[in-house]
Nanobody, 114 residues
């Protein structure tokens, strides 16, 4: 049974930083495409960032240069480092394994507000 557990969300001022973590059990993150999605109130869930099993990364245009996805194989964890946060980054952030028909975490709330 695959379980993905996110942590690290919270309230931060514009321009601040947060680091989200996704701890996986029942699977090995280095063997799968791992991604972060987010869903803001009243909006559809959207793709944010992905790291493939081979280590390639890609990002939605709105976070390029600000967010970095990485993987800690020893801890079987995926991270999302978020810098220069903006109010429009406010959303519930979800960890995902293997695409939209794969596995999802329960989400962690990120609120960017002064």
């Amino acid at each position: 049974q695959v379980q993905l557990v996110e942590s690290g969300g919270g309230l931060v001022q514009p321009g601040g930083s947060l680091r989200l973590s996704c701890a996986a059990s029942g699977s090995i993150v280095s063997m799968y495409n791992m991604a972060w999605y987010r869903q803001a109130p009243g909006k559809q869930r959207e793709f944010v960032a992905r790291i493939t099993g081979g280590g390639f990364t890609n990002y939605v245009d709105s976070v390029k240069g600000r967010f970095t996805i990485s993987r800690d194989n020893a801890k079987n964890t995926v991270h999302l480092q978020m810098n220069s946060l903006k109010p429009e980054d406010t959303a519930v952030y979800y960890c995902n394994q293997d695409g939209i028909y794969g596995y999802w975490g329960q989400g962690t709330q990120v609120t960017v507000s002064s």
